[in-house]
Every structure is written in structure tokens, then in C-alpha cells.
């Protein structure tokens, strides 16, 4: 009877320590998988990111299959904002632009489609500072600002975008 409640005593010992051990490969199972969700989120991932952000605006451009349309615009750097531009963009390309004022620029007149913006976008989201926002009916860039570096003068890049319009009229927003 006693070798009985010392084998009991014993398989509750192993059962035991069996249960611990789980518990401490499921925590640091756990704990590893918190580090890295942290990392990638602190790294830029997740649903909320930047990356994220400008990903779906541009796949909801690209969805509505928009490649001919008029816009308004102005684009530039911290010393050369042309003025105001009005694009014609015809299968994707710019065909025409017209500046307001009119005559010759104070700087590089920027020829940009939709595309062109989501590029620069992409481009500039590891820069000091970034903000940008899209058009809520048509998912087109609508404000976007990037200092690349914050010690540096003459590097910034902005848009604002004035005036969209498709010229399909079965054009739906996003």
C-alpha cells in the first residue's frame, strides 16, 4: 500500500513539472511573438502604417480604373512652388499643362499624374517628418508634406491639390 501512494505521489510530481514546463514554453512563446509584433509595429508594419495607409488608397485608385482626368495641383520644394498646375493626364501620361499665373515658372514645374504622387509618397515615408492625406471621394493624394531631414534647409517636398476632375462619367468614387 505504501509503494502505491509513493507511485501516485510520484506521477503527480512528473504530471506536475510536465505542466510547468508547457506553461513555460507557451510564455516564452508568447513573449517571443509580443517582441516581434512590437518590432515589426515600431518598424512601420501593421494595419495603421504609413505603408499600410498609402497601400490601400492606391490599390482603391487603381481599382476605380481612372486614367484619363483633369487635375489642379501644386507641387514643389520649399523654394520653387511654380504656382498653381492643371494637368491633362490622357491613358496615364500628362499631355498638356497649363501654370496660373502664367509665364515663365520660378522653378521646376512638376508634371505629375496620380501615380507620380503615390511614387513620391512611397518614397518619402522613412523621411524626419511626413504627413499626407487623401482625397475621401476619388482616394487621390490630396495634402502631402515631407521634411527628409530636419537639420536641413531646402529638402522639404509638398503637394496640394486643388481641383479632380475624371472625364469618365461612369467614374464612381472609391
Known amino acids: 500500500m505504501e509503494e502505491s501512494a509513493f507511485r501516485r505521489r510520484y506521477d503527480e510530481l512528473v504530471a506536475r513539472k510536465a505542466r510547468a514546463r508547457r506553461r513555460r514554453w507557451t510564455a516564452g512563446v508568447l513573449a517571443a511573438a509580443l517582441l516581434a509584433g512590437g518590432w515589426w509595429l515600431w518598424r512601420g508594419g501593421g494595419p495603421f502604417s504609413p505603408q499600410a495607409r498609402v497601400h490601400d488608397a492606391a490599390r482603391s485608385w487603381a481599382a476605380l480604373g481612372i486614367s484619363d482626368y483633369d487635375w489642379t495641383y501644386t507641387a514643389g520644394t520649399y523654394w520653387a512652388f511654380p504656382g498653381r498646375v492643371t494637368a491633362a493626364v490622357r491613358n496615364g501620361r500628362v499631355v498638356a499643362v497649363t501654370l496660373d499665373p502664367p509665364g515663365p515658372p520660378e522653378g521646376h514645374v512638376e508634371e505629375l499624374t496620380v501615380r507620380d504622387v503615390f511614387r513620391k509618397i512611397r ?43 475624371p472625364l469618365d462619367p461612369a467614374a464612381a468614387g472609391c
Open 123 to 165: 518614397d518619402g515615408i522613412g523621411a524626419d517628418r511626413g504627413e499626407f492625406s487623401f482625397h475621401a471621394e476619388w482616394c487621390v493624394p490630396e495634402r502631402v508634406f515631407f521634411d527628409y531631414e530636419r537639420q536641413a534647409a531646402d529638402e522639404e517636398w509638398g503637394f496640394s491639390l486643388r481641383d479632380f476632375t
